[in-house]
Nanobody, 119 residues
Framework: VQLQASGGGLVQAGGSLRLSCAAS????????MGWFRQAPGKEREFVAD????????TYGEAVKGRFTCSRDNAKNTLYLHMNSLKPEDTAVYYC?????????????WGQGTLVTVSS
């Protein structure tokens, strides 16, 4: 499985960005896919994920109500729509793919895309 994240950049607080993660490889459409982030000096944090069928998404407390995670299996692409961005959202965002049994330790990762939110 290969994952390619894109869409990061510099945005002012209160602004929006959309991240994309293009996926390829066997069985990728049967895996859950999600977003994680890591800010400088901090541990990796769960942001959001969506099941393989895309029917429901789960969010970390820090982003609930502001971010929306979705996937388009026809395009093998995962999205993260980020609204009302805050400076504390600044981090490298990684996409990941995993069977549900490996949600605690995803085996497949993209290269990361940097999101910087200025105050």
């Amino acid at each position: 499985v290969q994952l390619q994240a894109s869409g990061g950049g510099l945005v002012q607080a209160g602004g929006s960005l959309r991240l994309s993660c293009a996926a390829s490889g066997r069985h990728v459409n049967t895996y859950s896919m999600g977003w994680f982030r890591q800010a400088p000096g901090k541990e990796r944090e769960f942001v959001a994920d969506v099941s393989w069928i895309g029917a429901s998404a789960t969010y970390g407390e820090a982003v609930k109500g502001r971010f929306t995670c979705s996937r388009d299996n026809a395009k093998n692409t995962l999205y993260l729509h980020m609204n009302s961005l805050k400076p504390e959202d600044t981090a490298v965002y990684y996409c990941a793919a995993y069977p549900r049994s490996r949600a605690h330790n995803p085996p497949y990762w993209g290269q990361g895309t940097l999101v910087t939110v200025s105050s």
